[in-house]
Each structure stands twice: as C-alpha cells, then as structure tokens.
C-alpha cells in the first residue's frame, strides 16, 4: 500500500478527489479518516502531531533559570488519535509520500509523521511532493516527479520552537515572578512578541509626548479652486493676519503647468502584502490569514504562505480565462485582449512559492462562499488581475498666482487612463480639479483669509503597517507574525484597530528596556533568525544554533538576576496602574482590580475597609482596560480576552452589574453569572 500523509483533513479530501479522479472510498484509520483508491491511502493530519516541552521535573514557576536554560527538551505526542491511526496504516504500507504544506512548517509535520511511521514500519520507502496549489493540475505534476523530504528544512522549524520554547519559559517565569503574577495572570515575554510589543510602546510615547502647536495658512478662495500661500504654516498669528490685511483680491495667473503621469501596477501579493491589504478592508491580520488558508485548502487559491513576489512561468492566459464564466468576466475579458500576458515584478524573488494567485474558480464563487470569505477571494482576484493591467496615467495641474506680490498656488489631479485601478479600486485617490487658467489671466477671489490649524502626532500602528514593520526588522516569519499580533490581544498587551499598548505593556517592555535591553530589540531575534535560514541551506546544524541561543539567553539572565530586586520592584508599581479601573463612584479613591481570598477576581475600592464600594468580575479571561468611557458612571469599558476566542467587550463593570441584578430578579433561577464578592 502507498501511504500519503497530508497537513489537514480537507487537504486528505481534496487530494484523493483529484488522485481518483473521485472515485475513492472513505474510512476509518481509528478516530481519523483515510481515504483508499488503487492500492494508495490518504490520511490527513492536524498540524503539528508532535510538540516540544520540558520535562515534567522543570514545571514548578521558580525552578532555577541557569537549569531550566540548559535543560534537554523532551517531544512528547500532542494528537493521541493521529499518532495511533498512523501507526495503525502504517505498518501495512511500502511507501509513504509526505504530502504536507511545503515550507519549513509542514516539512517538520512531515517528518514527525515519519518518525511515527518509522517506529512500526523502519524499512519504509519514503517520498515527498511539493505543491503551491490544490488543484488538478498542480497535485498530478507534484505526484508525477516526487523528490526527497528535506530534513534540514525540518530542523530549522524545529529549532525555532525549540528556542522559542526556552526563551519564552525562562524569560516569562522570570517577569511573571519578579511582578507577583503567576497562574492565569501570567506575564508571558518572548523573542519575538516583546521587541514587536516594544515598537508599540515607543510610538505611545511619541505620541504622548507629542505636543500640537497652532499654525496658520493664508489662503485665498476663488469660485472654483483654493489657492494657498507658498509659506505653507505661519507659526505666527500675527505674520499671516498682517498678510491677509494688506491683501486685495485681484490675482494674476503667473504660471500653469500642467503634466500626466504614470502609476505602476501594485506588486503581486505575498503574505505580508495581502496583510496589508486585506487590514486595510478591515479584517484583523489572523482572521485574514485563517481566510487565506480556508480558500487555499479548497483549492481556491495557491499557498498564501510566501514572501515571493515575482511570478515564475505559469499558464497565465488559461488562469484569467477561468473567470469568463464568473462575474470578474468583464475584467478577465479585458486582459485577455492584450497579445501578451506579463505580470508586474515585485522587489521580493524567492523559489518555494510563487505569489499568492487565484488558483481555481467554481462557476459561482460567491455562492460557494460566506461573505467574508468572498471578500478576501475578490481582493486576490483583483489585484492578480491588476498585476497584468496598464499604469493608471494622471493629470497633474499647478498654477501659480500673484495676489499684491505675495506668491500663492495650487494643485489639481484627475484621472484621465484608470488603467490597473479598474481592476483594483481598492484605496483610490480623490480627484481635486482645478480649472484651465493661462498665464497673465487675472481672477478674483472671493475672499483671502487666514486659517488657524494645528500639527497633529504620528498615527498609530495598524496591523497591516506592523507587519511590514515586522517585516523589516526581522521579526518573525511569513508564517508567524500575523500569530504573534494575536498572542498581543489576547494577553491584553494592546488593544483596538488603531493599535494602542495597554498599561501592563508598559510596566513589561520599561522594566525590561532599562535593565535587559537586548530582549526589547530587534537584533538578537533577527540573527536568530538568519540562523534559522542557515540550517535550512544546511550550513549550520540544529544543536549548533540552539546551544548559541542557550549561551546568549544565559548572559541575558547574568543581568536579570543581579537586578531582579529592582526589576521587581518597577514591575509592581507600575502594574498598579494596569490595575486601575477609573475612580470610585462612592468616594472617588482608585478602583483597583483586587483578588479575594478565594482567589476570585473583583473591582474595588483603593480606600477599604473605609469605603466598600465593589463590582464582580467573570471568573477568567485577561481583563483589558478599554480607553472608552461610560458616561453614565465615568468608569472604562473593560475587554475579557480569552486564548482563542474573539474579545467579549464587557462594557462598563457598573451597568453590567446593574443589568446583571435586574436579569436575576426577573429570572429567579440559578445564577449564570457571579455575584459581586468582598474582601
Ligand atoms: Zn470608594
Ligand atoms: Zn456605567
């Protein structure tokens, strides 16, 4: 029998769909599904089936660090029912083709798979395929010329979650312990999530420590276009006033430039580029992701997991010609008029997958999807599609005006060739017009005034513009950032669209910064990270790069250690204001996020036993403290987040309560939800 092994389930499906040209039987490998045609079996996994850990002995909070940093790591099954279904077919099968997601991710999926095949089965002959799509096409070529697995691709996945295994657990005990915060209130710091936490606190403090200062620009109205002063912002009232004072009204045109310019077609999409576009449609960067992965595992579009940007050799004219039958026809029609398909290049050539394009089209894709769904599919539709099209050409206009010897312009642009952006109206640019003048053409303006404006702070991240960052700096993988983004929500580090760190963020990233710096920076992360790229081209061994991780962590703890008492010291003051919810309504004194002796969570008040004033709390999730406020009551908003659910927006602790008392009188029945609790 010939085994293959996919990543998911619906892979398993799809490519024995595709083998057997449907005619394949389904059955049970134990509690998994295999599917069976011609003497071959397919069985899909889930992810990782091994996991990395630390023996049991190393589990206590405060086991010794320097140990805990050289400690061997054990791996230790993390899906029971996948290990035993595989041993199961296993040990009826010749051959095994390992038929996972082809990156360093899947490549170690795969060979987990094979040291559980080879445990029943050590004889085994053993093949790998590689495929960028779902598709017939694709899965019948890979099948066709398999290659051999490469295992040092699985050991540099490998090693980063070794790795960040030891970093994660000796630097989070470490700050958890010195703040006081253990069990579920853990304060989780890592190599790659505190430097990226680290950007977002010092673009909070640019922004509050950015002071606005008043400007002014003088600028003159006429009946169809504004013409401002070419001083741009007087930072004197009393300059632009004595201008607009002097001024009249006749304006004489000096000069009137008028050009067209090209705009390029946007580059294809790899990750982090249709991250960006996508967050910037309004889909959070994990959900996004999770889209990607749906419509690549149903064969809809090819591996969303690339940083390539430059297409290799494909079959572009039959891949637009898909859409004739579907509503994108106006536009596949379009492109397929041009003699030759050439798609724009990127800056970014990599060789394991080419950029994420629209691999297979059903006749009705937007039946065939939820909403959401087909938006994401529309925006890598679209932007393959504007990957083929003409520059958009803009006019460009500027005139120049004298009114009384003071220089003034203005500027115009309008669309004259939509070019690519027919095809990708996402993000347009608004046409300002501008009339035809000449020059020596006199005019007269309605008014010339001076308006008082103010310089504004630096915006902050979005989770598009993060992950560029990311990107940059070397922080994290194509596969990962969009993950380390959400562990932030999640142990309430940031909040909201606009990215903001949260008190507790703070209280982490100036602790560390002042007294372990290296760990807030980028640079460590990022040679670990091209140590990672050099065990994949086999230059450096796995041990060789966790044992050089190991000796920097330990010099890294040499500073922990010899300041812990005045690291722990800022944590807790400053997590104190992390536990600050707003001011008591009774009697004005901090509201503090207090613990009872039951280990139950509860608001109250800085100034107990005078005042008793007390809300309750949901038993687990992190709380994050919202910057909105209610208005009733005065007190923030409060997020519960919880390890992989959507953020529940509690609301204000007070009206909750209140509605809480009034449901339960109504009802009579069991409390659903606690009732407050006092010290
Ligand atoms: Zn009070
Ligand atoms: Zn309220």
């Not at 536009?331 to 800056?347: F, I």
Request: glycine letters at 6%.
């Amino acid at each position: 029998v010939e085994l293959i092994i996919t990543e998911k389930q619906i892979a398993a499906k799809r490519i024995a769909q595709i083998l057997s040209d449907g005619k394949m039987k389904q059955r049970k490998a134990g509690e998994v599904a295999a599917y069976e045609f011609d003497g071959k079996a397919v069985i899909g996994l889930s992810g990782h089936i091994i996991g990395i850990d630390f023996p049991k002995e190393y589990a206590r909070w405060n086991y010794d660090f320097h140990k805990l940093i050289g400690a061997n790591t054990v791996k230790v099954p993390v899906q029971e029912k996948y290990t035993t279904a595989l041993k199961n077919i296993a040990k009826e099968a010749s051959r095994v083709v390992i038929a996972t997601d082809y990156d360093r991710e899947g490549e170690l999926i795969g060979v987990e798979a094979l040291d559980i095949v080879r445990s029943v089965n050590p004889n085994v002959a053993i093949f790998r395929v590689r495929y960028s799509a779902i598709t017939p096409e694709e899965i019948k070529k890979a099948f066709a010329s398999p290659v051999d697995v490469d295992y040092n691709l699985a050991s540099s996945c490998e090693a980063r979650q070794e790795i960040d295994l030891i970093w994660g657990a000796a630097l989070t005990r470490f700050v958890s312990l010195a703040s006081g915060r253990l069990g579920g209130d853990f304060l989780s710091v890592g190599r790659v999530q505190s430097p990226t936490l680290a950007l977002l606190v010092e673009k909070e403090k640019e922004i509050e420590s950015f002071v606005t200062k008043k400007y002014w620009e003088v600028q003159a109205v006429f009946p169809d276009f504004v013409a401002k002063h070419d001083k741009g912002r007087f930072w004197d009232e009393a300059e632009a006033k004595g201008i607009v004072s002097r001024l009249g009204k006749e304006a004489v045109v000096t000069d009137m430039k008028k050009e067209e310019r090209g705009d390029h077609p946007p580059s294809p999409f790899n990750t982090t580029e249709f991250l960006r576009a996508a967050t910037a449609i309004g889909f959070s960067a994990a959900n996004a992701m999770r889209i990607a992965e749906w419509l690549y595992m149903n064969g809809y579009i090819s591996y969303p997991r690339t940083d390539n940007t430059v297409f290799p050799e494909l079959d572009f004219r039959s891949l637009i010609g898909m859409f004739l039958q579907t509503e994108f026809s106006p536009y596949a029609s379009e492109l397929l008029k041009k003699d030759r398909l050439v798609p724009v290049k990127g800056k970014k050539l990599a060789t394991d997958h080419p950029p994420i394009y629209p691999a297979a089209v059903g006749v009705d894709p937007k039946g065939s999807m939820t909403n959401e769904q087909y938006k994401v599919y529309e925006l890598i539709v679209r932007r393959f599609f504007a990957n083929f099209a003409d520059p958009s050409i803009w006019e460009r206009k500027k005139v120049e005006l004298k009114i009384d010897g003071e220089p003034f312009s203005a500027s115009g642009i309008r669309i004259v060739k939509e070019g690519w952006r027919w095809f990708y109206p996402y993000n347009r640019i608004e046409t300002k017009l501008l009339p035809e003048l000449s020059a020596g053409q006199k005019l007269k303006a309605v008014k010339v005034e001076a308006v008082g404006k103010e310089t504004k702070p630096p915006p902050r991240y979005t989770q598009g513009v993060l992950i560029k960052k990311m990107e940059d700096l070397g922080l994290g993988t194509k596969s990962t950032r969009h993950e380390t983004l959400s562990k932030l929500y999640e142990r309430s580090y940031v909040q909201g669209k606009q990215i903001r760190p949260t008190k507790k963020a703070y209280a982490v990233i100036d602790s560390l910064a002042s007294y372990a710096a290296s760990i807030t920076k980028p640079d460590m992360t990022r040679l670990l990270e091209e140590d990672m790229d050099r065990i994949a081209a086999g230059k450096k061994t796995e041990k060789e790069v966790v044992d050089e991780s190991r000796t920097m962590l330990d010099s890294i703890f040499k500073d922990l250690m010899k300041d812990k008492a005045a690291i722990s010291q800022v944590l807790k003051d400053k997590m104190r204001e992390d536990e600050q919810v707003g001011a008591c309504p009774k009697c004005n004194a901090d509201l503090l996020i207090k613990r009872s002796r039951r280990g139950l969570r509860f608001i109250g008040c800085s100034a107990y036993p005078k005042c008793d004033f007390s809300l309750p709390l949901p038993r687990d999730g992190r709380v994050t403290v919202l910057s909105q406020k209610c208005e009733k009551h005065g007190l923030p908003f409060l997020q519960i987040n919880k390890s992989g659910r959507k953020p529940w927006t509690l609301g204000c602790p007070y009206c909750n309560f209140i509605e809480w008392k009034e449901n339960s009188k109504k009802e009579k029945s069991v409390q659903t939800t606690e009732a407050p609790v006092s010290t």
